[in-house]
C-alpha cells in the first residue's frame, strides 16, 4: 500500500504563488496532481511519468511547473501567477504506470492522497 501525503497549501492573493509537495511512502514511477472544487469533477493539473514527460492541463501552462525529486518519491507543483479560478481541493496520486493518453485523467491512478486546499483570493 502507498501513502501519499500532500502539503503546501493555503490562502494566498491573487498573482502570488505557492509550492505543493506531495511525498510517497513508496516510490511509484508515474505521479501527478489533479483539483477538484465542490460538485465538480476532478481534473488533471499535471503530471511526472516513468520518463519524464510532463503534460499540463491548458489553464496552467506557463504559471505551474511540475517536478520530482531524484529518489522518485516527492512530486512538487510550483504554482506562480495564481487566480481566484484556481481555488481548488488538490490531490496527490500515483501508480506505477500510466499511459501517456491517461496522465491528465483521474481513472489512470490507484493511489491518492487526501488533498490540500488552495485558496486563492481577489
Known amino acids: 500500500q502507498v501513502r501519499l501525503v500532500e502539503s503546501g497549501g493555503g490562502s494566498v492573493q491573487a498573482g502570488g504563488s505557492l509550492r505543493l509537495s506531495c511525498v510517497a511512502s513508496?516510490?511509484?514511477?508515474?505521479m501527478a496532481w489533479f483539483r477538484q472544487l465542490s460538485g465538480k469533477e476532478r481534473e488533471g493539473v499535471a503530471a511526472f511519468d516513468y520518463v519524464g514527460r510532463t503534460p499540463y492541463a491548458d489553464s496552467v501552462k506557463d504559471r505551474f511547473t511540475v517536478s520530482k525529486d531524484n529518489l522518485g518519491g516527492t512530486l512538487y507543483l510550483q504554482m506562480n501567477s495564481l487566480k481566484p479560478e484556481d481555488t481548488a481541493m488538490y490531490y496527490c496520486?500515483?501508480?506505477?504506470?500510466?499511459?501517456?493518453?491517461?496522465?491528465?485523467?483521474?481513472?489512470?491512478?490507484?493511489?491518492w492522497g487526501q488533498g490540500i486546499q488552495v485558496t486563492v483570493s481577489t
Open positions: 496520486a500515483a501508480d506505477d504506470y500510466v499511459p501517456f493518453s491517461r496522465l491528465l485523467s483521474p481513472g489512470g491512478y490507484s493511489y
Open positions: 513508496g516510490a511509484k514511477s508515474t
